[in-house]
Each structure stands twice: as C-alpha cells, then as structure tokens.
T-cell receptor, first 116, second 117 residues
Framework: GAGVSQTPSNKVTEKGKYVELRCDPISGHTALYWYRQSLGQGPEFLIYFQGTGAADDSGLPNDRFFAVRPEGSVSTLKIQRTERGDSAVYLC??????????????FGEGSRLTVL | AQSVAQPEDQVNVAEGNPLTVKCTYSVSGNPYLFWYVQYPNRGLQFLLKYITGDNLVKGSYGFEAEFNKSQTSFHLKKPSALVSDSALYFCAVRDGIRPNAGNMLTFGGGTRLMVKP
C-alpha cells in the first residue's frame, strides 16, 4: 500500500481480555517497529523487526506482550490479560534502509487501545 | 542509556514570527538526531535529521534545526511561523554506537506548537 496501515484504529476491551493489533508496512520495507504512546507522552519503543526476526525486543514491558512477523511483512502485536495501564496508542513504523540507518521512519496512524 | 528532553510542553507564537522548539539530548558516542511532527489525527511525520556534517540542517516545510555539541542541544527553528505549523513536535535520538540498532529511536515527550493568526 501507499503507507503504513494499522488495524483496528480503535479497540475497546475489558480488563483481562486478549488483544491483537495489526500492522501492514510499506511494501518492500524490511524493518518494522512498534512503539507505544501514552497520553501526553512521546512514543516509547517496544520491539523492532528486521525481516521475520525480532532484532530487539528490549522495550516490551513484560511477558504479556508479544509480537510476530512470520513472513517479513505484516506484523501482529499481541497483548494477553490486558490491564488498564495498557491503554495507549500503539504505533507501527517501517523503514527500508538496508544500509546505514537514516532515522526516517514511516508511521501509521496508530491503534488506540482502551482497557476498561 | 540515551534520553531526550523537551523542556516546554507548549510554545505559543504569532503568525509571521520566528519560532524555536527546544531539545536537549544525552547519548553515547556521536548522536543521530531527528525531529518528527504529529498533526491532529495523523501519523508522525519525519521533518529533518542530523547525522554528521553541517550543524545547521534544513528539512521539510521550511523548518531547520541547529546541532550544538557543547550544549547537547538540537533546537528546531523556523524564521516565519504559519498557523498551519500548529502541531505536536517530537525530538528523537538514535544511539550512534550500537551497530544493530536500526532506526530504534528514543523520543522526547513532545512540545505542542500553537501559532496564532
């Protein structure tokens, strides 16, 4: 597609439920990033994929959070046993630089998660 | 660990006046520095970057930023503000040392720019 697509745009769930958030990056982009943006704060790094593998998952807050990218394109962020503190906008970004990083990420519009 | 500070939650400026949005950073090695903008109901958009070279870098929409190594700052500037520049601005840094960091960025908390007509 023309840009990074994230679905759903809004998700309301109850505490304890399981949630999946999907990201479809720009076609051909090899790197994919998940960030979380809480109200009034800047984006916080969660995990980064290069191809199919997670190159760095140091930002995942705990083992309730997991992400996959099985075919090196679409990625799914999975949150188990959701808690109210998980409420945030989850941002996905992609970049296509196989060489030295340029820092230019292309962001989707985000998935707003509300845990009641 | 790397970090970014944006000391102002909001900057107010009149249309046509110059604007400055402040950013300071802390990072190991030489910094890679970036500015992103977030318009209402839109995704974050890349504005400009400093990797190496001239301390004054130019970016999209007439914005520029000045890298100051001694003050560890990377302030965003524009000579003449437009109402349409009103948005949320984020400064970000990438570690210049880690070889496999890709484009993993650490963002500041953001500064809301309000340009009044």
């Amino acid at each position: 597609g023309a840009g990074v697509s994230q679905t759903p745009s809004n998700k309301v769930t109850e505490k304890g439920k399981y949630v999946e958030l999907r990201c479809d990056p720009i076609s051909g982009h090899t790197a994919l990033y998940w960030y979380r943006q809480s109200l009034g704060q800047g984006p916080e790094f969660l995990i980064y994929f290069q191809g199919t593998g997670a190159a760095d998952d140091s930002g995942l807050p705990n083992d309730r959070f997991f992400a996959v990218r099985p075919e090196g394109s679409v990625s799914t962020l999975k949150i188990q046993r959701t808690e109210r503190g998980d409420s945030a906008v989850y941002l996905c970004a992609s970049s296509g630089d196989p060489g030295p990083p340029t820092g230019e990420l292309f962001f989707g519009e985000g998935s707003r998660l509300t845990v009641l | 660990a790397q970090s970014v500070a944006q000391p102002e939650d909001q900057v107010n400026v009149a249309e046509g006046n110059p604007l400055t949005v402040k950013c300071t950073y802390s990072v190991s090695g030489n910094p890679y520095l970036f500015w992103y903008v977030q318009y209402p109901n839109r995704g974050l958009q890349f504005l400009l970057k400093y990797i190496t070279g001239d301390n004054l870098v130019k970016g999209s929409y007439g914005f520029e930023a000045e890298f100051n190594k001694s003050q560890t700052s990377f302030h965003l500037k524009k000579p003449s503000a437009l109402v349409s520049d009103s948005a949320l601005y984020f400064c970000a840094v990438r570690d210049g040392i880690r070889p496999n960091a890709g484009n993993m960025l650490t963002f500041g908390g953001g500064t809301r720019l309000m340009v009044k007509p």
